[in-house]
């Protein structure tokens, strides 16, 4: 992935926008099918446009949509994408309309960062016509990813639950508040998930998008003994965030009202809570997926699913305090590390969860330039994206292989997630370290 | 022992004989116009045409009102009546069925055929008098009786993923019926025992005396019904008791060498056979409780018409001899179907005695072809994809001879429709796409709109109900092949939710296709003392003609059973290395990360970006000053 981003930095940003949109025609209008919409990789039981499909059916026959369990999702999907089941033109402009979103957030923060150095006056010392145009490569990783490809022409509702991700994360960037809670209820809405980038959220918007942490400034300025108050970063605002807090009670209420008004005769919100919500948070669904918690759950016993259950979500909701206090300066990159974890652990991960991280990886390619074993990950990702399917053959369809092949790709997925996270923190920490060194360290000797 | 016990038997039998006979005498006169309890043993023997016999025991108890004596019951089973009493039964229906009914030569358009041609494994459906929401529970508690009953596992019909409630496509739907499927049920012995032991003189006396093991579960199919009709209802107080219908159908081949060796160049020609050749046994005489007790012969339309059988000449028949001489002979009133009658011989087994038991064989002379009457369409049913994780499931139907006939005779009409029902039901690990039901008519697509009139779904939910989808099709007469497929997914279970032999797969109950516009009905014509027969009046009573489709077998996938542990403990691992490694980041000292960073540093140089190499060289030089 890192060497990508290097390449891409030269060419033409639009050339490669087009093409990849004319790749994506080309195989959704691929005289042969594909069979991307049913390959486990693409398609989980939240995702599947074909339990969409099925969800609509029984709805245009007048029963509850989660009559069977078959259909996961939102009911506003169901009347907004019912009509449309055989048209995947939606999910391709929802994947253009996600990367521009990205080019235009990854600018700004591109912009935020370089006035934060600014403001430390470190913009000699850092080179910064070296730097790289992280929203344009960001935006292309997003396009070009084979995994949001797959995702996209393989019919998946994935596509749009990134889209709504990145409308909250542009929202938040650009100060449009309304937009951030209305990305954000959606995002939630579709998917749990996202429900905890609520926190970089709410540091976007109190602090902006990169602000210098406040003692690292007055550090700075206590060196130089001269203290410029209309320098100094602002404090955490609680006006943007009550802001943000009143919109997104406002869009909630607006699309419980409306789920409500669709499954009035179908037995109403509960409904919908129990059989989207529940089924994310209770696994039901034991078909095999690129996650863990499936072959878990398919042989944990009985008597202890309930504790793992907790024990698996507890997993993400523990890591979010710790993450919160070490990356608060850096909500972009905070949220970037939220979505990475819950796309490992969440019950049905899919390939367009981790395209939607790799994406977002691409905001940071100048701060991440030394992180640590890339070159390994993108091995790994290419290694298990090619040997996962290979097992999922031998397993179902020839009967050869057996279910821990397939669950051994799975769990070095999982591990090299695993990897990436922790690699991606601890370079970012160290990239904070370094200014701090600039700062704190003899500025003749980093100039010479 | 038995032997020993055997005369106590006799004689306990004897005496309960005389002093029941006594007893109905007396109850007779005094209390006429009460029905009294009335117990009824038939047997019936049809030649089949591929050189097979069915045998079709028929056993009928009739209790008497509850009201009339308390709780004493002297013929009808006291078992039943409780079960009846406790659960409100209205009707029920099990059967347990070994082998599959051959729908192409052993017929399916008569009533012997229509009512008990069963699916394999266990089959229960009940009708309650109960209020809606105790239905359940009373199924529940009634599968568990029957269960302790018959010896046999259809407790596992207990949970809700098992059974269905048909909302209409179901013959006998009245809104309170629960219907389950065992097909994996193996049907043997243990399971017959207690069934005989609802009869009277269970197989120590009577017609039952054939019931010979060995020959029975040799037999191609073997079917044993228990069929409950309760007409009283507490609430109305019009009690006319308990109807138990006991049946055991048996398709046997008989042994056929005695007809090898008269006509050794002669293959077509259909085997003798005896009573005595087929079960090993004769009859000695009657039940003793039993009031008719008779065996019938029974020869249908094809094969009289192929005998050329007529109502003028079936007396003597030149093509096969009968080794008793028939009490009666019943001939079947004319139908407008077909031109040719069922002749039905009836041997009275009072007659004999222990000195002189009763057997009867059947000589045939010349070879006799002919066809049973088979179903306006022949359903077959089948699975299609390959793989485990996604299949599709066809259900197709063929015209038969019959639907010839009966499009050449309703053809003057140009909009002639040929109605059939389709009941099915899948368990909840199919995941059946409703959306994807296709239709195909002569092998043609068609729109499922022009072709399904009706249709009723009830999608399964994991591990809570199956799958139901009943579906009525209108299909024009002059239909060749039909065929409906529906694709689904394969689930995948934990563990401990697959059977013990997980490899061998997983059973689909048998769909049912009924054709409620045609009715399977043989009326004899014969004066008043065909009333007494129960027999003879069951196969006047129109019943709609249905078949079974086969039993799937779909294999699904199975994980490691022998992994639990290892699963569970890599998974932890891997939980845990995220856990620990994350939070090591995050945590690791500014003086740590600095000897780390130092350390780094002083091992490569070559790979480090330009900016890395600077702040290295940086903390070097401040790091030489600290020290």
């Given at each position: 992935m890192e060497k990508v981003k290097k390449k891409i930095g030269s060419f033409s940003f639009w050339n490669w926008v087009t093409a990849s949109i004319i790749f994506r025609l080309i195989?959704?209008?691929f005289p042969k099918n594909l069979n991307l919409s049913s390959r486990p990789e693409v398609s989980t039981p939240l995702t599947s446009f074909r339990r969409l499909a099925e969800g609509y059916w029984l709805k245009q026959s007048f029963m509850s949509p989660y009559a069977g369990s078959m259909y996961h999702g939102s009911p506003l999907l169901l009347s907004l994408l019912g009509p449309l089941t055989i048209n995947s033109l939606v999910s391709v402009i929802a994947d253009v309309v996600s990367a521009m979103l990205i080019r235009a957030t990854g600018q700004n923060l591109r912009l935020a960062y370089l006035r934060s150095l600014e403001s430390l006056d470190l913009v000699k010392q850092i080179e910064v016509s070296e730097f790289l145009f992280s929203g344009d490569i960001a935006a292309l990783i997003y396009l070009c990813n084979p995994f949001t490809i797959v995702a996209c022409v393989g019919l998946s509702t994935s596509p749009i639950e990134n889209m709504a991700v990145i409308l909250c994360l542009y929202g938040a960037c650009s100060r449009l508040i309304p937009l951030a809670a209305f990305g954000w209820v959606i995002a939630t809405h579709l998917s749990l998930y996202p429900a905890i980038l609520i926190i970089p959220v709410i540091f976007?918007?109190?602090?902006?998008?990169d602000s210098p942490p406040r003692k690292l400034f007055l550090q700075r300025h206590q060196q130089k003994e001269v203290l410029n108050q209309s320098k100094l970063p602002p404090r955490f605002s609680w006006g943007p965030v009550i802001h943000f807090a009143f919109w997104a009670f406002l869009w909630s209420v607006y699309v419980l009202v409306l789920?409500?008004?669709?499954?009035?005769?179908?037995?109403?919100?509960?409904?919908?809570?129990?059989?989207?919500?529940?089924?994310?948070?209770?696994?039901?669904?034991?078909?095999?997926?690129?996650?863990?918690?499936?072959?878990?759950?398919?042989?944990?016993?009985?008597?202890?699913?309930?504790?793992?259950?907790?024990?698996?979500?507890?997993?993400?909701?523990?890591?979010?305090?710790?993450?919160?206090?070490?990356?608060?300066h850096r909500p972009c990159y905070l949220a970037f590390v939220y979505v990475a974890i819950c796309s490992m652990l969440k019950s049905y991960p899919s390939v367009g969860d981790s395209a939607l991280y790799l994406g977002l990886l691409?905001?940071?390619?100048n701060e991440l330039a030394d992180m640590q074993f890339s070159l390994f990950l993108f091995c790994g990702y290419v290694g298990v994206s090619l040997l996962s399917p290979v097992m999922h053959n031998l397993w179902i369809w020839r009967g050869t292989g057996n279910a821990n092949f397939y669950f051994a790709t799975a769990m070095v997925y999982a591990c090299l997630q695993i990897v990436l996270v922790v690699e991606g923190v601890s370079a970012m920490l160290n990239h904070d370290r370094k200014l701090r060194n600039l700062i704190t360290g003899k500025p003749q000797d980093a100039k010479s | 022992m038995v032997l020993l016990q055997r005369p106590h038997i006799l004689l306990l039998l004897i005496g309960t004989h005389q002093f029941l006979q006594c007893w109905i005498a007396f109850g007779s006169v005094n209390e006429e116009g009460q029905k009294q309890a009335e117990f009824s043993e038939e047997l019936l023997l049809?030649?089949?045409?591929?050189?097979?016999?069915?045998?079709?025991?028929?056993?009928?108890?009739?209790?008497?009102?509850?009201?009339?004596?308390?709780?004493?019951?002297?013929?009808?089973?006291?078992?039943?009546?409780?079960?009846?009493?406790?659960?409100?039964?209205?009707?029920?229906?099990?059967?347990?069925t070994k082998g599959r009914w051959n729908y192409e030569s052993w017929g399916g358009f008569d009533p012997l055929s229509s009512s008990n041609a069963k699916p394999p494994g266990v089959e229960l459906w009940a009708v309650f008098d109960v209020p809606q929401h105790h239905i359940d529970a009373s199924w529940k508690n009634l599968t568990h009786t029957l269960s302790g009953l018959f010896c046999a596992s259809i407790?596992?019909?207990?949970?809700?993923?098992?059974?269905?409630?048909?909302?209409?496509?179901?013959?006998?739907?009245?809104?309170?019926?629960?219907?389950?499927?065992?097909?994996?049920?193996?049907?043997?012995?243990?399971?017959?025992?207690?069934?005989?032991?609802?009869?009277?003189?269970?197989?120590?006396?009577?017609?039952?005396?054939?019931?010979?093991?060995?020959?029975?579960?040799?037999?191609?199919?073997?079917?044993?019904?228990?069929?409950?009709?309760?007409?009283?209802?507490?609430?109305?107080?019009?009690?006319s008791g308990i109807i138990l219908e006991q049946t055991l159908?048996?398709?046997?081949?008989?042994?056929?060498?005695?007809?090898?060796?008269?006509?050794?160049?002669?293959?077509?020609i259909q085997p003798s056979w005896s009573l005595s050749s087929i079960f090993g046994k004769q009859v000695s005489g009657r039940c003793v409780l039993a009031k008719p007790s008779s065996v019938y012969l029974l020869l249908d339309r094809g094969l009289s018409a192929a005998n050329g059988l007529t109502s003028e000449n079936f007396w003597s028949n030149p093509s096969f001899e009968l080794s008793a001489n028939p009490d009666r002979i019943f001939l079947e009133e004319s139908s407008s179907h077909s031109k040719s009658l069922s002749i039905l011989y009836m041997f009275q087994v009072e007659k004999y005695c222990e000195s002189e038991p009763f057997d009867i064989g059947l000589m045939w002379k010349v070879p006799v072809a002919w066809l049973c009457q088979q179903t306006p369409l022949h359903a077959s049913r089948f699975l299609m994809g390959s793989g485990n994780e996604r299949a599709a499931i066809a259900i197709s139907l063929k015209s038969t001879q019959f639907t010839e006939g009966f499009m050449s005779a309703n053809s003057k009409d140009g909009s002639c429709e040929l109605r059939v029902d389709v009941f099915q039901v899948v368990p909840w690990y199919v995941k059946v796409y409703f959306h994807s039901l296709r239709v195909f008519v002569d092998q043609q697509p068609r729109a499922v709109s022009d072709i399904i009139e009706k249709i009723h779904v009830s999608p399964s939910k994991d591990k809570m109900s199956p799958g139901v989808m009943e579906v009525v099709l209108k299909l024009p007469c002059r239909v060749n092949t039909a065929a409906l497929t529906i694709e689904f997914d394969k689930g995948f279970l934990r563990i401990d939710e697959y059977l013990p032999d997980a490899n061998q797969g997983f059973d689909i109950p048998s769909a049912i296709i009924s054709f409620p516009n045609f009715h399977a009905s043989m009326v004899f014509l014969e004066d008043d003392s065909l009333n007494k027969s129960p027999l003879l009046s069951k196969f006047q009573e129109k019943c709609p003609v249905m078949s079974y489709t086969e039993v799937l077998l779909v294999p699904l996938t199975t994980p490691d059973f022998s992994m639990p542990y290892n699963v569970i403990t890599i998974t932890c691992t891997v939980f845990a290395l995220y856990f620990g490694s994350v939070l090591n980041v995050l945590q690791r000292s500014v003086a740590e990360e600095e000897r780390f960073l130092k350390a780094k540093a002083a091992k490569k140089t070559g790979r480090l970006p330009l900016l890395l190499s600077k702040l290295s060289a940086k903390l070097r030089g401040s790091g030489i000053n600290q020290n």
């Open positions: 195989l959704i209008y976007l918007l109190g602090c902006g998008p789920c409500g008004i669709s499954l009035k005769q179908f037995g109403g919100l509960w409904e919908m809570f129990k059989s989207t919500y529940g089924f994310i948070l209770t696994v039901e669904d034991l078909s095999p997926n690129i996650g863990v918690l499936w072959y878990f759950f398919a042989e944990v016993f009985e008597f202890f699913r309930n504790f793992f259950l907790i024990v698996f979500h507890v997993n993400i909701l523990f890591m979010i305090l710790p993450l919160a206090i070490r990356l608060r691409g905001w940071f390619v | 049809k030649p089949l045409p591929d050189h097979k016999l069915l045998a079709h025991f028929h056993f009928q108890s009739s209790g008497p009102p509850s009201t009339s004596n308390g709780c004493h019951h002297h013929l009808f089973p006291k078992a039943i009546s409780q079960l009846v009493q406790k659960f409100r039964i209205k009707e029920m229906e099990l059967s347990f407790n596992f019909l207990e949970s809700t993923a098992t059974y269905s409630t048909p909302e209409w496509s179901f013959p006998p739907a009245s809104g309170n019926v629960r219907y389950g499927t065992l097909p994996c049920e193996a049907v043997c012995t243990e399971n017959l025992t207690p069934w005989l032991k609802l009869l009277p003189c269970r197989d120590k006396a009577g017609i039952a005396l054939l019931l010979d093991r060995p020959s029975l579960y040799r037999g191609f199919y073997h079917s044993q019904q228990l069929h409950l009709t309760s007409t009283g209802s507490s609430s109305e107080g019009i009690d159908t048996v398709v046997l081949q008989p042994n056929s060498e005695m007809a090898i060796e008269v006509h050794a160049s002669e293959k077509h």
